[in-house]
């Protein structure tokens, strides 16, 4: 039995590490090849990660190519906007769905999650002519008011308040607290780790946004950063080293906000998945 679980485990290993080389392979080469000067071949095999001759000048190149402070200004507005919205708005919204009882919850709650089947692009046209009929064209809402609450935020929401005990919101109400003193008193911080989960999901996909904010920003300074990197290398004029310095530069942010909340992260989702 020892033997059997020695070898299972390091099975386990063995694929754990596989399957991580496999994941961080993309991104050592994008960090190597942004270290790299022009005399160097990027596209050897096997592949060189470590620079003969290491530089700077790529990431130096970026910042006079481009107003990258403009450009991480314009991200941190759109994404901070974005993760109060996500997290206060489907926080609100899966409250109900999860601790109230009323007729026709239950499809009112598959109706909310019908249209994970409906992809993404499938909406463009209808958000798009609802940005222009509010007047919000060209501005950070337009951006952020589309996917300012997600399904799968009142999802993992909804999931955390079913492991709120009954007990507690029972004993607040019979303390004279109202439904909504419950709820920011009682429930809402018990999920805490759901929140945080939520909130990385909503940095990650505002940070990295390129198809909508493209589509509704007509103002070149007003563009968000994967927007703005987008403009270093054309279809007839590649700039790998460039463009690789600024894929580094713009995962920096995410990288150090997922370092700070990995642990609410991980609770969160595990948190999801019992329920």
């Not at 809402?188 to 929140?195: D, E, K, M, Q, S």
Request: hydrophobic letters at 55%; aromatic letters at 18%; charged letters at 15%.
């Amino acid at each position: 039995m020892k033997v059997r679980k020695l070898i299972r485990m390091l099975f386990s290993y063995f694929i754990l590490i596989l399957l991580a080389v496999f994941f961080t392979f993309p991104f050592i080469w994008v960090l190597s090849t942004s270290f790299k000067g022009p005399g160097e071949n990027l596209f050897t095999w096997p592949p060189k990660f470590i620079p003969e001759h290491p530089t700077f000048e790529n990431y130096i190149a970026v910042f006079k190519k481009v107003p990258m402070i403009r450009y991480f200004t314009n991200t941190i507005i759109i994404t901070s906007l974005g993760v109060v919205f996500q997290v206060v708005l489907s926080a609100f919204a899966a409250y109900p769905l999860a601790r109230l009882e009323w007729k026709g919850k239950e499809l009112v709650f598959k109706f909310i999650l019908l249209p994970l089947l409906i992809p993404m692009e499938g909406a463009l046209i209808v958000n798009f002519i609802t940005i222009l009929k509010m007047g919000l064209y060209d501005t950070y809402l337009a951006v952020v008011l589309p996917s300012a609450v997600s399904i799968f935020g009142i999802f993992l929401m909804r999931q955390h308040y079913l492991s709120v005990p009954a007990e507690l919101e029972d004993a607040a109400r019979i303390d004279g607290c109202n439904e909504f003193q419950v709820f920011w008193k009682i429930t809402f911080p018990l999920v805490r780790p759901a929140t945080a989960a939520l909130a990385i999901f909503a940095f990650t996909a505002y940070w990295n946004s390129l198809l909508w904010p493209l589509i509704v920003l007509r103002t070149p300074t007003k563009y968000p950063i994967q927007v703005g990197l987008s403009q270093l290398s054309s279809t007839f004029e590649p700039n790998f080293r460039t463009a690789s310095a600024a894929i580094v530069i713009a995962m920096i942010p995410i990288l150090v906000f997922f370092y700070f909340t990995q642990r609410y992260f991980i609770e969160g989702y595990k948190g999801a998945v019992i329920q």
